[in-house]
């Protein structure tokens, strides 16, 4: 049984979760209140929250990447925790969850409603949206699922650079970004609920750094769906490797044989994107990584991937990628090399 002061938080488990997502969060409030005391005094002090695994049934489930997991409450004899957290969700970013997590819906529904605190990490958003929660409201998920969410719940305000969206009444809703982001998730809600010097002891125990830069920095531009239409496909093979070329647009519409109109409606259909704006995805893609793998001036790589205004590359970059060229290279190239020399055996 939980002491009276601590916290109940419920992590909810289905098949598709993921455990990484689960086991931090887990570790993450069992450290508050306790790691901290132990680091600097050697005596561990008074946990400050019960964590709880819930499902369906609780018996033993098999998650995304083979882990067993025990759940310790089903949804009917649950106690009502101040906390519901849903992890990442290994299902695919195109295709609606559907009804397959019926039960899991109406939970969510009758806790919020009985005053619980709801929160997602990276696509454990999905679950949220589809429970009906998020209408109305802002939110956020992993860079890659936010087109799909937004497509599905148009009611819903999604937020892709978002990080962190609290969000409905009493900001009870929470939704954090991509898989990591269930660390600031975590401090957050430590934050929230037990105060920012204990969350600042946590990060300080678990060496978090705050992503206050948002997602875009770590997301792809180039995220090209998948099509059946020969012809755009043919002319999306050719801009891959032809993207700094002149007026790349009309190349592609006097080679695709379609009038212009036509071209535009149909590329746009089959990409999600006007073809202008699929171009400046490949070139700023192709920018990241020079930024990253070479020492090119931010100038020389404007013009190598087909930017003669390197003025309009730097504000179109900042735009797109959330950081300026210059930032982007301090944020990720030292990353790059480190891991580089991991991969070449730390020589």
């Known amino acids: 049984m939980p002491e009276p002061d601590q916290l109940t938080i419920a992590v909810v488990v289905t098949p598709e979760v993921t455990a990484s997502t689960v086991f931090g969060i887990y570790d993450m409030f069992a450290s508050a209140g306790r790691d901290w005391a132990f680091l600097t005094r050697g005596e561990a002090g008074p946990r400050r929250a019960r964590t709880i ?12 990447n083979g882990v067993w997991l025990r759940p310790e409450a089903s949804f009917r004899n649950c106690p009502l925790p101040d906390i519901v957290y849903v992890p990442e969700l290994f299902v695919p970013a195109e295709a609606p969850p559907g009804g397959r997590f019926g039960p899991e819906r109406r939970w969510l529904r009758h806790c919020h409603a009985r005053g619980a605190t709801l929160t997602s990490a990276c696509s454990g958003t999905l679950m949220l949206a589809e429970a009906g929660l998020l209408d109305g409201q802002a939110a956020t998920t992993h860079w890659a699922y936010c087109d799909g969410l937004a497509a599905r719940h148009p009611e819903i305000d999604v937020q892709p650079n978002r990080f962190l969206v609290a969000s409905g009444e009493g900001q009870r809703i929470i939704t954090a970004g991509g898989v990591t982001s269930y660390l600031d998730l975590g401090l957050f809600l430590i934050a929230r609920f037990f105060g920012a010097e204990e969350a600042m002891r946590v990060a300080r125990s678990w060496l978090i750094d705050w992503h206050s ?7 792809s531009l180039a995220r090209a769906a998948q099509t059946r239409d020969g012809q755009i496909a043919e002319m999306q093979d050719w801009i891959a490797e032809h993207y700094a070329d002149p007026a790349p647009v ?6 695709s044989g379609l009038s212009e109109r036509t071209f535009k409606r149909r590329f746009k259909q089959a990409t999600g994107l006007p073809p202008l704006d699929y171009v400046h995805s490949i070139r700023l893609e192709e920018a990241k990584q020079m930024l990253e793998t070479t020492g090119q001036s931010v100038e020389e790589i404007a ?9 309009f590359f730097r504000r179109l970059f900042r735009r797109k990628v959330g950081l300026t060229p210059r930032a982007y290279r301090q944020r990720f190239q030292s990353v790059r090399v480190a891991l580089l020399a991991a991969e070449n055996g730390g020589r």
């Open 250 to 255: 009309a190349q592609m519409v006097g080679r």
């Open 303 to 311: 013009v190598a991937v087909g930017y003669e205004d390197d003025s």
């Open 213 to 219: 830069e948002g997602q875009l920095p770590f997301a």
């Open 53 to 64: 695994l819930v499902a369906r049934r609780a018996r033993p489930v098999q998650v995304a």
